[in-house]
């Protein structure tokens, strides 16, 4: 396992092909929790990844944020999302903002 970002209330972690997110994501963290995730992104070998955010207890639209910057990663790089997993808080609020598809479907909803 590598961390890429770690803080006292929300820790990054890669193991294989999936970046790990734990903890409750706030609005004071985001720009450094998504530029971590950017920055490896920008640099691995992988053509795979799915993305881990079912240890974030916390409903919050800061973390469905970080991932829409990772997934425009993924796109520059023609990174294939395989899953990505939401905790029942963050799926409740990606249900409202309608991304249902995406959460599900990542690989077929940024191909478009």
Known sequence: MTALFSSPSVNVSVKDTTVSVVGDVDVTLA????????KWLQTTELT????????VDKASSVAISVLFEW??????RAINVHAIRFSAPLQRLASL????????????????
Do not use: K, N
Not at 48 to 55: G, K, L, R
């Open 31 to 38: 720009a450094e929790l998504a530029a971590s995730g950017v």
């Open 48 to 55: 795979t990844v799915t993305f881990d955010f079912s240890a």
């Open 71 to 76: 997934l425009r990663i993924c796109q520059q």
């Open 97 to 112: 903002a309608e991304l249902d598809d995406l959460i599900a479907h990542p690989a077929a909803m940024l191909a478009v």
